[in-house]
């Protein structure tokens, strides 16, 4: 009696090696994944914690049903174990994190170009990786035991697991913070998610919704009316026009503005082959909200027509532009929704970056490679946005260890601490990557030797303590600094394209004081577009050009 009793509950106590078998078993489907994650450098911290948490939930049926403990783990283990290797495999093959996003690119691409995929990144260890990882969850599920708690005591300990998971978060959200119940529904989810097997289940979901959203979205943009009257000076030639949307990038961070610490060293580099305008501000410090108003008629006055006018993607279209998107920034979440619609509007879109988390490793170099195929494709007349990831946060995930260049406190704000100063050296290592991006989107267009020319602007700012007190990281709408609105805005062309519009603007014109929320203006006056609506004096270059007031004025 004695003997058969060893495992289970004893006289003196609970059986906790048992519990911690039971557990580890569980843990294993998800935690791998994160811990691999993890130890990649590739990710937030989030992520691991919720697939710890989430595990717990399926102590629930084992202590409540502990007869059924060995048939119970079967099940649940194959199940978890099936959809773990939908990450793991994820993560071999692109060392990243499973996320809705991948769902999105699944079904967007073609049978034919996944199973490529899948063909072009397999390699040979993957099955012996693969047995390696099911034989160890047998070898787990093999010291599973069953747990006989007090019937009391199991039920307590499954209501406290049930309420820690759910009951807790939901009250808190729900009764504390008062938040709706779409609001209570989202946070749930995203807790989940990151667990197996509701990455999948979960991300499909998102997946569905979020694609219902951009449907909408594009229907209603497709019933846009086209612009009146648009004149294009450069009808039926050649040309080969882009846009570079940089994202939390505060020029004066970058030594092409004067920033002390050499950041964008290739920049300098061209700097008499740019026009770099001084003094362009965003209108709102947010991505979203900012390039509703600067990729269409939308303004500080109009948010909303972004939905009832076109595009500067519907206008390229429009004047008979093949139109390209390729884009670092993560596609099917619920505030990118928008960005995805915008991509849409273009004829094909390369999409790189599948990240759960935006805190997730990427570097934007991995735009060079399509914007080279595009840059090759033998249409005579293409419109391309490159949507960079640029400098945002977390700023030590956007440029590789060799961009490392900035960590002492050489060129710091000598009132920061150290902590504050380690990030800020990050923020300039961001910068320097970015410069290295810039400038190869540049000499890549520039090597073409077409009728070609590059806008590049940066969606917003980001003050990094930079602003008084040196207290502020990031943007703060209720909060404004001067950093979060400031950004880079420079204009590249090439001979052949400045044959035929001239680009000699002086002083005065580089110096303009100017809100991208009007660029779709500025736009059209580079590319030699006139329409109905069109006002030279929102054009940054514009003849009667009207200098956007101070900020306090606004
Ligand atoms: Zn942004």
């Known amino acids: 009696m004695a003997f058969a009793n060893q495992a289970n509950t004893t006289r003196n106590g609970i059986d906790w090696a048992g519990i911690g078998w039971l557990y580890l078993f569980f843990w294993y489907f998800s935690g791998l994944n994160h811990v691999l994650l993890q130890f990649t450098g590739t990710t937030i911290f989030f992520g691991f914690r919720q697939a710890l948490f989430m595990s717990l939930l399926w102590l629930v049926p084992v202590l409540l049903f502990p007869h059924k403990t060995k048939a119970i783990t079967a099940v649940i283990g194959l199940v978890l174990w099936f959809f773990s290797l939908f990450s793991l495999g994820y993560f071999c093959i692109y060392g990243q994190e499973f996320s809705q996003s991948v769902i999105f690119i699944i079904f967007e691409s073609n049978q034919a170009e996944s199973s490529e995929y899948v063909a072009q990144y397999f390699v040979w260890w993957m099955i012996p990786a693969l047995l390696v990882y099911s034989a160890v969850a047998i070898y787990l599920w093999r010291r599973v035991r ?10 307590a300990a499954s209501l406290l697991i049930l309420v820690f998971l759910f009951g807790y978060p939901i009250y808190r959200q729900a009764v504390v913070k008062e938040a709706p119940f779409e609001r209570v529904r989202e946070q749930i989810e995203d807790r989940m998610e990151p667990a197996v097997p509701w990455q999948m ?15 909408d979205l594009l229907l209603a943009n497709a019933k846009v009316p086209p612009i009146a009257n648009l004149i294009d000076a450069n009808a039926g030639q050649p040309a080969t026009l882009v846009l570079v949307i940089g994202e939390s990038t505060n020029r004066q961070h970058m030594s092409l503005y004067g920033h002390p610490r050499q950041t964008t060293p290739k920049l300098d580099a061209m700097r008499d082959q740019l026009l770099v305008f001084n003094n362009v501000f965003s209108p709102r410090p947010y991505t979203i909200e900012t390039l509703q108003q600067v990729l269409t008629f939308a303004d500080q006055e109009n948010p909303d ?9 519907n206008m390229m279209k429009q004047a008979g532009y093949q139109t390209y998107w390729i884009t670092n920034q993560q596609t099917m979440t619920k505030r990118n929704t928008m960005l995805t619609t915008f991509s849409q509007q273009t004829d094909k879109q390369f999409y790189l970056n599948n990240s759960r988390a935006q805190n997730s490793r990427q570097y934007d170099d991995d735009v060079l ?6 840059l090759s494709d033998p249409a005579p007349r293409k419109f391309i946005v490159v949507h960079l990831l640029g400098t945002h946060m977390k700023y030590e995930y956007r440029y590789p260890p060799e961009y490392e260049r900035f960590t002492n406190r050489d060129g710091v704000p000598p009132a920061l601490t150290d902590e504050q100063a380690a ?35 940066s969606d917003h700012g980001e003050d990094v303590f930079d602003s008084a007190g040196h207290k502020m990281l990031g943007r703060n709408e209720g909060a404004p600094t001067v950093p979060m609105y400031a950004i880079p805005f420079i204009v590249w062309s090439s001979d052949a394209w400045r044959a035929t519009h001239p680009m000699d603007f002086g002083r005065t014109v580089l110096d303009r004081r100017y809100s991208t929320s009007d660029f779709i203006y500025t736009w059209a006056d580079l590319v030699g577009m006139r329409f109905d609506d069109f006002d030279s004096s929102k054009s940054l270059i514009g003849k009667d050009f009207k200098e956007l007031p101070l900020f306090d004025e606004r």
């Open 146 to 155: 069953p747990v006989f708690l007090p019937r009391g005591l199991a039920w």
């Open 201 to 215: 289940v979960i991300g499909y979901l998102h997946y569905r919704e979020q694609l219902g959203n951009m449907q």
């Open 305 to 313: 027509w972004y939905l009832t006018r076109p595009s500067i993607m």
């Open 369 to 374: 490679e399509p914007f080279q195929q595009i």
């Open 423 to 457: 990030i800020y050296n990050t923020y300039d290592n961001a910068v320097l990557f970015n410069d290295h991006v810039v400038s190869s989107l540049i000499e890549d267009l520039a090597a073409t030797k077409s009728k070609s020319m590059l806008v590049y602007l």
